[in-house]
């Protein structure tokens, strides 16, 4: 393809609104309008992409680093898009909102009797926890919701309506979830158990017979009940009494109260121990190259982009390439190079080589610097010097050196090499 057929225009600057270095050598080498748009040459790259990646041993093949957590492969880049939990021992890696640790079972204890005592002013598990002069691992956190499907959702509910639907036994997908008060919940891990959901309003939590601020699933009615997998294993834990200023102490999973679902429902965090190998979690920023859905080509390229340039432009691996071959006529005082840079042009694509064939009337040194920014991984450069010696003038695009060839061997010399 001609450069002009492909309408590629490339810039000196770096764009000011460009995300990460990547993205800035993508707009400037013209794979990518400053408005994110793939244009006509990113096309190319990730048509390329498309055709060769097609497991994760092919995303290494090209030279990117991963974390992998089947079906998801990472890339891992302090410009991701996502928060990452990975562990440096055994490799395993996963979103951080969904990865799963080694959970420390609690020590075991008797269960003991159930107590009601006043807790003024102690609405939070914090202040719970001060409070009572225990550590927040001994506290039993509420936490309510509303799935998205039920019937109950509307702009502003009111206590009557919602004793109207409770009547009529339509808010089953009231949701109370418990997890212990030294852990955070993951929505992420929730929504994948119950679909979309929302913050119950105080009046829906009135009418399961729940109290804001001092909620326990003891006594609650028509609500979906999940634990966290902690939960049955913690012990007299103190919990809300349902009624504002109280707490119950000594709540146990099993005998005060059950749950429809029992899961890991908390946050991991960097340091917690792998659930394979329980050595510390570590965290980074990555891309997500690859889920249940297939692979992403643009995040890819980005990826590439990111990995894959130098202070000139890009360098994307062969396999990938817009194009194999960046073809580049230097215009002679004293002699027409473009018959010969032509017919190297037809030789080339008949060879099955796709050629990107810069035949502008620019300056040289243009011409240079645009083919470092596009990062073919071949420049031949057909110019005068060269073929008053039957020569052209072949650099690989991460070389450092120029090699003259003989113009006849061209396709012969990129062949084996």
């Given at each position: 393809?001609?450069?002009?057929?492909?309408?590629?225009?490339?810039?000196?600057?770096?764009?000011?609104?460009?995300?990460?270095?990547?993205?800035?050598?993508?707009?400037?080498?013209?794979?990518?309008?400053?408005?994110?748009?793939?244009?006509?040459?990113?096309?190319?790259?990730?048509?390329?992409?498309?055709?060769?990646v097609?497991?994760?041993?092919?995303?290494?093949?090209?030279?990117?680093?991963?974390?992998?957590?089947?079906?998801?492969?990472?890339?891992?880049?302090?410009?991701?898009?996502?928060?990452?939990?990975?562990?440096?021992?055994?490799?395993?890696?996963?979103?951080?909102?969904?990865?799963?640790?080694?959970?420390?079972?609690?020590?075991?204890?008797?269960?003991?009797?159930?107590?009601?005592?006043?807790?003024?002013?102690?609405?939070?598990?914090e202040?719970?926890?001060?409070?009572?002069?225990?550590?927040?691992?001994?506290?039993?956190?509420?936490?309510?919701?509303?799935?998205?499907?039920?019937?109950?959702?509307?702009?502003?509910?009111?206590?009557?309506?919602?004793?109207?639907?409770?009547?009529?036994?339509?808010?089953?997908?009231?949701?109370?979830?418990?997890?212990?008060?030294?852990?955070?919940?993951?929505?992420?891990k929730?929504?994948?158990?119950?679909?979309?959901?929302?913050?119950?309003?105080?009046d829906?939590?009135?009418?399961?017979?729940?109290?804001?601020?001092?909620?326990?699933?003891?006594?609650?009615?028509?609500?979906?009940?999940?634990?966290?997998?902690?939960?049955?294993?913690?012990?007299?834990l103190?919990?809300?009494?349902?009624?504002?200023?109280?707490?119950l102490?000594?709540?146990?999973?099993?005998?005060?109260?059950?749950?429809?679902?029992?899961?890991?429902?908390?946050?991991?965090?960097?340091?917690?121990?792998?659930?394979?190998?329980?050595?510390?979690?570590s965290?980074?920023?990555?891309?997500?190259?690859?889920?249940?859905?297939?692979?992403?080509?643009?995040?890819?390229?980005?990826?590439?982009?990111?990995?894959?340039?130098?202070?000139?432009?890009?360098?994307?691996?062969?396999?990938?390439?817009?194009?194999?071959v960046?073809?580049?006529?230097?215009?002679?005082?004293?002699?027409?190079?473009?018959?010969?840079?032509?017919?190297?042009?037809?030789?080339?694509?008949?060879?099955?080589?796709s050629?990107?064939?810069?035949?502008?009337?620019?300056?040289?040194?243009v011409?240079?610097?645009?083919?470092?920014?596009?990062?073919?991984?071949?420049?031949?450069?057909?110019?005068?010097?060269?073929?008053?010696?039957?020569?052209?003038?072949?650099?690989?695009?991460?070389?450092?050196?120029?090699?003259?060839?003989?113009?006849?061997?061209?396709?012969?010399?990129?062949?084996?090499?």
């Open positions: 393809m001609r450069y002009n057929e492909l309408t590629l225009q490339t810039h000196r600057e770096a764009p000011a609104n460009a995300r990460s270095a990547g993205q800035a050598w993508l707009i400037r080498a013209g794979y990518l309008a400053h408005n994110g748009q793939v244009l006509p040459l990113g096309e190319r790259a990730l048509a390329k992409i498309r055709a060769f097609q497991t994760p041993a092919d995303l290494r093949q090209i030279g990117l680093s991963l974390l992998e957590s089947a079906p998801e492969a990472y890339c891992p880049t302090p410009v991701g898009s996502h928060d990452l939990l990975f562990c440096p021992a055994c490799g395993t890696a996963a979103r951080a909102e969904t990865a799963q640790v080694k959970k420390a079972m609690p020590a075991s204890e008797t269960p003991a009797a159930l107590e009601k005592v006043l807790t003024p002013d102690c609405p939070t598990i202040s719970l926890a001060a409070f009572l002069g225990i550590p927040t691992s001994k506290t039993a956190k509420a936490l309510m919701f509303v799935s998205r499907d039920s019937r109950l959702e509307s702009s502003s509910p009111t206590l009557e309506s919602s004793n109207l639907l409770l009547s009529n036994s339509l808010i089953a997908n009231f949701l109370f979830i418990v997890i212990r008060g030294d852990t955070a919940l993951s929505e992420a929730l929504e994948a158990l119950v679909g979309p959901f929302r913050l119950a309003t105080e829906e939590i009135r009418a399961i017979g729940a109290a804001p601020g001092y909620a326990s699933p003891i006594g609650v009615k028509n609500a979906r009940i999940l634990v966290d997998d902690l939960i049955p294993q913690s012990a007299n103190v919990a809300g009494a349902n009624k504002a200023g109280y707490h102490l000594n709540t146990n999973y099993g005998r005060d109260y059950s749950a429809e679902t029992v899961a890991d429902l908390t946050q991991a965090n960097p340091g917690d121990p792998c659930i394979r190998c329980a050595s510390a979690l965290e980074t920023r990555g891309w997500i190259l690859a889920s249940e859905t297939g692979f992403d080509p643009e995040k890819i390229l980005l990826a590439l982009a990111e990995s894959h340039h130098d202070d000139k432009g890009l360098s994307l691996p062969a396999p990938v390439a817009a194009f194999d960046y073809l580049m006529q230097v215009p002679g005082k004293t002699m027409d190079t473009l018959p010969a840079a032509q017919d190297l042009y037809e030789k080339l694509q008949a060879a099955g080589l050629v990107l064939f810069d035949d502008r009337n620019e300056r040289a040194g011409k240079f610097n645009d083919a470092d920014l596009v990062g073919c991984p071949i420049r031949i450069t057909v110019g005068e010097r060269g073929l008053q010696n039957g020569m052209v003038e072949v650099k690989g695009r991460n070389g450092s050196e120029v090699e003259q060839i003989p113009l006849a061997e061209t396709i012969n010399h990129l062949r084996s090499h």
